[in-house]
């Protein structure tokens, strides 16, 4: 998903790795009953951004290590100062 909104091929995951997600988010969602504190809708949207973050977050970590490391020169802009 996050893949091809960004047009990024690193953030791709296998089978293997969705699945292994999705086993470890049951799994932390049978040892903490969350419904006392969330309503589903609410947890569902939490589930999803937890997952999201943690398959995509070592990924979105290796994109800005490859972009920031471009070599050339960078203009700061500084609003000039008039003395008024």
Same mark, same amino acid.
């Given at each position: 998903?996050? $893949? %091809?909104?960004?047009s990024e091929p690193t953030l791709e995951i296998t089978e293997d790795e969705a699945?292994?997600? %999705?086993e $470890?988010?049951?799994?932390? %969602?049978? %040892?903490?009953?969350?419904t006392q504190i969330f309503n589903p809708r609410v947890q569902a949207l939490i589930d999803l951004g937890l997952?999201?973050?943690?398959?995509?977050g070592p990924r979105v970590v290796?994109?800005?290590?490859?972009? +920031?490391?471009?070599?050339? +020169?960078v203009t700061v802009m500084r609003p000039s100062q008039t003395g008024d």
């Open positions: 998903m996050g $893949a %091809a909104l960004l699945e292994l997600l %999705a $470890a988010v049951k799994e932390v %969602a049978k %040892a903490y009953d969350f997952v999201v973050m943690t398959v995509h290796k994109i800005y290590h490859k972009h +920031s490391h471009r070599q050339g +020169s």
